[in-house]
């Protein structure tokens, strides 16, 4: 297969064959929004730490060796980042998941009263641990698909202080839209509010930093994941301001690590960061992030994002000459969404289920793709057009609704896209149609 990636080689998997309807085929991977492939550096840290795995702090060197490295990769998200360790702490949990839920707890017990305010594209990681805490206002969209900043701003001012943080995404993992969060960042802070943004979808995409253009513009809190950095491991980093994480509230998790001293009369908690992070420590997975983040660095984000930025605009054209598939989200081929979006595309075909369009993509021709709402149940609704109500009505039906979404990664290349676009024109051209909505099916 013709490489127009200078990168895909540096990644496992990609030359690799898959067990097909139709026999062995080559491996297209296409469902990098869910989780990429994992790059060989992170193998290669793997195969340094496993000889000489230990636990950490014990009185040797290879516990030594292990416990500077873990603690390393604070300075280098802190780089990658451009954080200012004077103001922020850098705190490890399992997943982003598990770092959105602390900022959400923390929130919750320092300003029992607080408001938040999120938007109708979050993951419900984004979306969840607000809702089910405390009062939630949601940003719509505007006409064009993006986020309407004009709500946004109305919605601050009705709130009159009571809304403490404003959460959205630095890119949707649907339609590949950036949100202007630098521009949010300025006007959430005229308001009296801090903004968290879930980075998971942006950090290996593009150049990212929690310094704004200008200080007003600053990020006050950022999340994001290892496996979405090409570890294919557990471990993510929450990284926000020392006041917030300083022992003004009980923490989310309790057990060994996060206690200076304990007797059957009283417990001495840690500081921060390690008051929030109780339990055995993720070292495979933390130090695997930071070998994947210096990798990135090596590889020169600006580039890959250049390489993605040109990748998706083919895979855009070429969807657009599909018969009866329909790009949901923004005009994707707008001025925004080209400089932009990162290279994720949802799309449908008329009169075929979108997971069953999956299921032939990738058990007949070894295409992997998503089919459903990755997460981002509410914008998929908003996608399809679907009311609150009529969404309800399905659930309660047993009728899914979904998107099939092709996300790319820095190792994916043309020769790819052409491969599944034609398989896409075959499909159009011989498929057996049955009621659109009820599901379809295809005769192979």
Known sequence: MECDSPWRYDFLGTSSTIVTDRGIARRIFFNNGATPLVTRVVEDNIRELFPC???????????????????????????????????????????????????????????PEARVLTTVMEHMANYLPYVMRMPTDVVPLAADGTLDLNQYEQLLKNGQGKIKLVAVTAASNLTGYVPPVYRMAKIAHQYGAKILVDAVQAVWHFPFSMQGPTRDQDLDFVVFAGHKCYTGLSGAAVIGPKTFFA??????????????????????????????????????????????????????????????????????????????????????????MCENAIPYVSFNIDGIDPKELARILGYYYGIGVAAGVAGADIYTGQLLGLTPNELYDRYLNGISYATVRISLAMFNTRTEIDCVIRVLNKICLEKKIRSPGLGSYWKL
């Open 53 to 111: 795995f230990t636990y950490m702090n014990e009185m040797n060197c290879n516990s030594k060796f292990l416990t500077d490295k873990y603690d390393q990769v604070r300075s280098t998200i802190a780089e990658f980042l451009q954080v200012n360790m004077n103001e922020n702490q850098i705190i490890f949990s399992r997943t982003a998941t598990e770092g959105l839920n602390l900022i959400a707890h923390l929130l919750q017990e320092i300003v």
């Open 247 to 336: 022992r003004r509230a009980a923490p989310m998790l309790y057990g060994a690590g996060m206690n200076q001293y304990t007797d059957l009369n009283r417990v001495i908690l840690e500081d921060p960061p390690a008051l929030y992070e109780a339990g055995y420590p993720d070292i495979v997975g933390i130090t695997s992030m930071g070998t994947a983040l210096e990798y990135l660095n090596c590889c020169h984000l600006s580039s890959i994002h250049q390489y993605e930025r040109e990748l998706r605009k083919y895979l855009v054209r070429k969807l657009q000459e599909v018969p009866h598939l329909v790009i949901y989200g923004p005009d994707p081929l707008s001025e925004e």
